[in-house]
């Protein structure tokens, strides 16, 4: 996903966007009551890393062990290594980005499916066992090292041995090891001790029982494919339903007791610092002229503005992929349904920039939002309507 410039330091996912200034929204005040909500686990922070690919995939499969193994004792949760996803991913991507001569996007931005896809080809460990900040920093901050495995991989393509060595992929996973740690072969977990492979089973995730989901008319619905995007690296290939049948999906996992990987744009002007997220019609919201939408009028302020949420479709969508005002901006988790005090719909989203905003690293986004932004979604196959299941041939 990619990465977007926020205060305090706060990144969102990849490549950087440019800073533009927003016009104060007047939004109501909400009282949210929840009406489903299945269990996650803490919430965490990324911090100055663009891995919220990362994050969000492994707080939905935190969320996975909970459910498959009915653990009812919050004390008892899992805590899965994010970094440990991040190092094989960044090992992958090295060579692949070497076979295509550099023509791959090599950055620390992904998305949920390379998390599946290191969970099946290596496993799960605990976080305990790889905390992934080997470099002086309480929190991740992987600048540096996207700097410095950049620099080998560029050095590579270019070959001036006019044949690879044999040490270069031993140099990049020294880097690797040594800004993130080594991934361990072996670790102990409540006084057994597991391999990451054995541990993945232990906890009864299997890889192959999760599908992603998008909703995309350059496609035809009902097949499979590769979602154009430079974090889609791996060109791991989704399921194509319209966007109805994909809004179905989510709400039959949620109220069935599972959740969602959800990629989804955060640029959107009603996508708040605050734990909101509203589809808003910035058309119909910016009365006024230029200057005065940016500036004000006399104080030197932007106006307030009252919020229009516009209505997301099938077209709308697809308009706003091709011009690429929605796209793949950052990546968090769908795991319940909530209602304000109009009784209007919002999804609850656990996101990985700590405990920040009105509602302590949840936001709440409303079924327009998440209808009109969403990139895709992760869910357990059985977590999708039999009959959508067997349009999409899926067993």
Same mark, same amino acid.
């Given at each position: 996903?990619?990465?977007?410039?926020?205060?305090?330091?706060?990144?969102?996912?990849?490549?950087?966007?440019?800073?533009?200034?927003?016009?104060? #929204?007047?939004?109501?005040?909400?009282?949210?009551?929840?009406?489903?909500?299945?269990?996650?686990?803490?919430?965490?922070?990324?911090?100055?890393?663009?891995?919220?690919?990362?994050?969000?995939?492994?707080?939905?499969?935190?969320?996975?062990?909970?459910?498959?193994?009915?653990?009812?004792?919050?004390?008892?949760?899992?805590?899965?290594?994010?970094?440990?996803?991040?190092?094989?991913?960044?090992?992958?991507?090295?060579?692949?980005?070497?076979?295509?001569?550099?023509?791959?996007?090599?950055?620390?931005?992904?998305?949920?499916?390379?998390?599946?896809?290191?969970?099946?080809?290596?496993?799960?460990?605990?976080?305990?066992?790889?905390?992934?900040?080997?470099?002086?920093?309480?929190?991740?901050?992987?600048?540096?090292?996207?700097?410095?495995?950049?620099?080998?991989?560029?050095?590579?393509?270019?070959?001036?041995?006019?044949?690879?060595?044999?040490?270069?992929?031993?140099?990049?996973?020294?880097?690797?090891?040594?800004?993130?740690?080594?991934?361990?072969?072996?670790?102990?977990?409540?006084?057994?001790?597991?391999?990451?492979?054995?541990?993945?089973?232990?906890?009864?995730?299997?890889?192959?029982?999760?599908?992603?989901?998008?909703?995309?008319?350059?496609?035809?619905?009902?097949?499979?494919?590769?979602?154009?995007?430079?974090?889609?690296?791996?060109?791991?290939?989704?399921?194509?339903?319209?966007?109805?049948?994909?809004?179905?999906?989510?709400?039959?996992?949620?109220?069935?007791?599972?959740?969602?990987?959800?990629?989804?744009?955060?640029?959107?002007?009603?996508?708040?610092?605050?734990?909101?997220?509203?589809?808003?019609?910035?058309?119909?919201? =910016?009365?006024?002229?230029?200057?005065?939408?940016?500036?004000?009028?006399?104080?030197?302020?932007?106006?307030?503005?009252?919020?229009?949420?516009?209505?997301?479709?099938?077209?709308?969508?697809?308009?706003?992929?091709?011009?690429?005002? #929605? =796209?793949?901006?950052?990546?968090?988790?769908?795991?319940?349904?909530?209602?304000?005090?109009?009784?209007?719909?919002?999804?609850?989203?656990?996101?990985?920039?700590?405990?920040?905003?009105?509602?302590?690293?949840?936001?709440?986004? =409303?079924?327009?939002?998440?209808?009109?932004?969403?990139?895709?979604?992760?869910?357990?196959?059985?977590?999708?309507?039999?009959?959508?299941?067997?349009?999409?041939?899926?067993?």
């Amino acid at each position: 996903m990619k990465k977007l410039l926020i205060p305090l330091a706060l990144v969102f996912c990849a490549a950087a966007l440019s800073a533009q200034p927003r016009p104060a #929204m007047q939004f109501p005040d909400y009282q949210f009551t929840t009406v489903k909500a299945n269990p996650i686990t803490s919430v965490k922070n990324q911090y100055r890393s663009g891995t919220c690919w990362s994050y969000s995939a492994i707080g939905f499969f935190e969320s996975e062990a909970i459910r498959l193994n009915k653990i009812s004792d919050t004390l008892k949760y899992p805590d899965f290594s994010e970094f440990f996803v991040v190092s094989n991913s960044f090992r992958e991507r090295a060579i692949k980005y070497v076979r295509l001569d550099g023509k791959l996007n090599f950055a620390i931005g992904s998305e949920a499916d390379d998390v599946l896809d290191v969970i099946r080809d290596y496993g799960i460990v605990p976080n305990d066992a790889m905390p992934g900040l080997n470099y002086g920093t309480d929190l991740p901050v992987t600048g540096e090292l996207e700097a410095v495995l950049n620099g080998i991989v560029d050095a590579v393509v270019k070959n001036p041995n006019r044949a690879l060595s044999t040490a270069w992929q031993r140099a990049l996973q020294a880097v690797l090891d040594e800004y993130l740690g080594k991934c361990p072969e072996k670790f102990m977990v409540d006084g057994k001790e597991y391999t990451p492979a054995a541990y993945r089973d232990a906890l009864k995730i299997n890889p192959a029982d999760y599908v992603t989901i998008t909703s995309f008319t350059h496609h035809p619905f009902y097949t499979k494919f590769a979602i154009e995007v430079c974090d889609n690296w791996r060109w791991d290939p989704a399921y194509n339903l319209p966007i109805d049948e994909f809004m179905t999906v989510l709400d039959n996992a949620l109220n069935n007791g599972y959740t969602a990987a959800w990629g989804a744009d955060v640029s959107n002007i009603g996508f708040t610092r605050d734990g909101l997220a509203v589809n808003v019609d910035a058309a119909a919201s =910016t009365a006024g002229s230029d200057q005065e939408h940016w500036v004000g009028k006399d104080s030197g302020k932007a106006p307030e503005i009252k919020i229009v949420e516009k209505e997301a479709t099938q077209e709308s969508r697809q308009i706003d992929f091709d011009n690429k005002t #929605m =796209t793949d901006d950052h990546g968090m988790q769908i795991y319940g349904i909530a209602k304000d005090q109009n009784g209007k719909k919002y999804y609850m989203v656990k996101n990985s920039w700590g405990e920040t905003g009105k509602y302590k690293g949840i936001w709440y986004a =409303t079924e327009a939002y998440v209808k009109g932004q969403s990139l895709d979604i992760m869910v357990h196959k059985d977590a999708i309507p039999r009959d959508i299941k067997s349009k999409l041939g899926i067993k």
